[in-house]
């Protein structure tokens, strides 16, 4: 923000010796104080302002979303889940063992859980399935392939077994429920059928594992007594005998039951303190869910949508409300002036003039009586080029003689304007070639001098600035004896010196942007320019100020009733005119 520190006389222009007196400023508008809860509904106010201007590309964003989501349900593939589940028992103790007062029953049954999570049993499962021979389970696939070559990886090779017992690993998803002792083994596939199967082979494998781990023990214990009878009483003994049957009889069972899961995987052995449920296919796809997809892609397309929103809007657009104005600069707002059409209204040309007009009697051109010693000179110019200070000029002429006032537009902007009218150069370098301008204008109620010279040395009036000085002081006191106001087009503050010189001799300066697109920090750049040379800004006009997005940027101000009651602005009807001249006859 630029702060309002400005000289109360023009030292350069003393020194100069022009004898121009000081002026005061225009004033600034009152300051509106608000609160912190103001704050904070004003800036909660201006965020969904914004995101309903900016509504249809919000609206793009979301459909956007949303036709994102449908094609990746269209394309995506089908998730099924199988899942087996195992209940613990621990009423019957002969299974288990009683929980421990060290370890209670819950914790046992995460240990089971984790037993079911265990590499060891992934491989035992995938070389029963052979899985290992499956391309599914052992393919790493494009992406893997390509990742793979351009990291140049030297990983160690690993086995098929190890390869397909890490991807089977990745359909794994157990869960137990520490209350009702239940272990859910769940296996996500593109199958359903595909899915029961694994399941149930975790499921098969877990239970071979707990009934082979029964008979080992029982195998070991025999062959212990076996061991001990042998000793105790010699080879022949009856209790040798019965100790070597109780050995053959273990090793049957342990035999048998060997054969049996390799044969009969789909027959589950009895478990003391455990029972089982097998899992079964279901033939409605668990993902992806259409809901939760439609959703989740309408929430990441509007959440960037509004951040995509938000942060333009925070980028320096330039001016959008009178109040932007003061409190960014600490420079009054002059007047904005409306498009001449816009998309709401194809003419505004009447809101047009009366913005002009209510501009020209704020900053005191209109409403001063008719006495010539109160001319006004007005320095027009614009922080870079194409902002639409030349055309503003000429607005401001019409307005003013409009208004019956007598107009002189100086034109200092540096051109290649050839011809034989009088040009600005011609009437700075003679007395007589002004007087001459004077009278051939006598009879016009609006003139131009326009420069022809660009900024060659030789021929640029404004070269010496000791010399242009007393030359356009000459012309400023003549002009002042046959108009009103004089408007002086000035350059670009920030490229030519030229305005910075101009502007110490005007009554009045006026800096000219372009409505939300002159940036803010170049205006800013300007008016510190300028005030730091002892040149009084007064006042930022916004010209091409579109009607019609107004209303959404600010409410309560002049021009957003000038934007909302365009009908004001409009003849009436047919009817109504003939009605109002039946009653004047």
Excluded at 56 to 65: E, N, R, S
Excluded at 314 to 343: H, N, Q, W, Y
Excluded at 417 to 446: K, M, P, Q, T, V
């Amino acid at each position: 923000m630029v702060e309002r520190n400005l000289p109360e006389k023009r030292s350069p222009v003393d020194a100069m010796n022009l004898g121009l007196s000081p002026r005061a400023p225009l004033p600034l508008p009152p300051i509106r104080r608000q609160g912190l809860a103001s704050f904070y509904e004003a800036h909660a106010v201006e965020t969904l302002r914004t995101l309903w201007r900016r509504k249809y590309l919000l609206a793009g964003f979301a459909l956007v979303g949303l036709l994102t989501a449908l094609l990746l349900l269209v394309t995506s593939t089908r998730i099924y889940t199988a899942t087996a589940v195992i209940q613990f028992d621990f009423g019957r103790m002969e299974a288990v063992g009683p929980p421990s007062a060290a370890m209670d029953a819950g914790s046992l049954v995460e240990g089971q859980a984790q037993m079911l999570r265990s590499r060891a049993l992934a491989r035992r499962v995938v070389a029963k399935l052979k899985l290992d021979e499956n391309p599914a389970y052992i393919s790493s696939g494009f992406v893997g392939r390509t990742l793979n070559s351009l990291l140049q990886r030297k990983s160690t090779p690993t086995s098929n077994i190890d390869t397909a017992a890490q991807r089977l690993q990745g359909q794994l998803e157990i869960s137990n429920n520490p209350r009702s002792y239940l272990i859910y083994v769940t296996i996500k596939s593109t199958s359903p059928e595909q899915a029961a199967i694994l399941a149930n082979a975790y499921l098969s494998e877990y239970v071979n594992d707990k009934v082979m781990q029964r008979l080992r023990e029982t195998e070991a214990t025999a062959r212990s007594a076996l061991a001990d009878a042998r000793a105790a009483f010699g080879e022949r003994h009856p209790k040798v005998i019965q100790a070597k049957g109780a050995l053959a009889s273990a090793e049957a069972r342990l035999r048998d039951q060997e054969k049996s899961s390799t044969e009969h995987t789909e027959i589950l052995p009895r478990v003391p303190g455990q029972s089982f449920l097998k899992a079964e296919p279901e033939w409605i796809p668990a993902g992806p869910n259409p809901i939760a997809m439609i959703a989740l892609g309408l929430a990441i397309a509007t959440l960037a949508g509004v951040g995509l929103v938000l942060f333009q809007e925070r980028r320096d657009t330039g001016f959008r409300t009178e109040d932007g104005v003061p409190a960014e600069l600490g420079v009054r707002c002059a007047g904005m002036i409306p498009r001449a059409s816009d998309k709401f209204s194809a003419d505004r040309k009447l809101e047009r003039r009366e913005a002009l007009r209510s501009l020209c009697l704020s900053i005191g051109l209109t409403g001063r009586g008719t006495d010539r010693a109160g001319a006004r000179v007005v320095m027009v110019s614009s922080a870079l080029p194409n902002s639409g200070a030349a055309d503003f000029a000429n607005e401001l002429r019409r307005s003013l003689v409009e208004e019956g006032s007598r107009v002189l537009v100086v034109d200092a902007s540096p051109s290649s304007h050839a011809g034989n009218a009088i040009g600005l150069d011609d009437a700075l370098e003679s007395s007589e070639r002004l007087e001459e301008f004077f009278a051939d204008e006598s009879g016009n109620s609006a003139s131009e001098l326009r420069r022809k010279a660009g900024l060659n040395g030789a021929r640029n009036p404004f070269a010496s600035f000791a010399y242009a000085g007393r030359s356009f002081e000459r012309l400023l006191t003549a002009a002042k004896e046959h108009y009103d106001v004089v408007i002086v087009t000035a350059p670009p503050v920030l490229l030519l010196t030229d305005s910075v010189f101009l502007g110490r001799f005007a009554d009045i300066c006026l800096l000219v942007a372009g409505w939300n697109k002159t940036p803010k920090a170049t205006v800013a750049e300007a008016v510190h320019r300028l005030t730091e040379n002892g040149v009084q800004v007064d006042g930022v006009v916004l010209t091409e100020v579109d009607l019609g997005r107004y209303a959404s940027f600010a409410t309560g101000d002049r021009m957003y009733y000038l934007s909302r009651y365009k009908e004001a602005f409009r003849s009436p009807p047919k009817s109504a005119r003939r009605m109002e001249n039946r009653l004047g006859e």
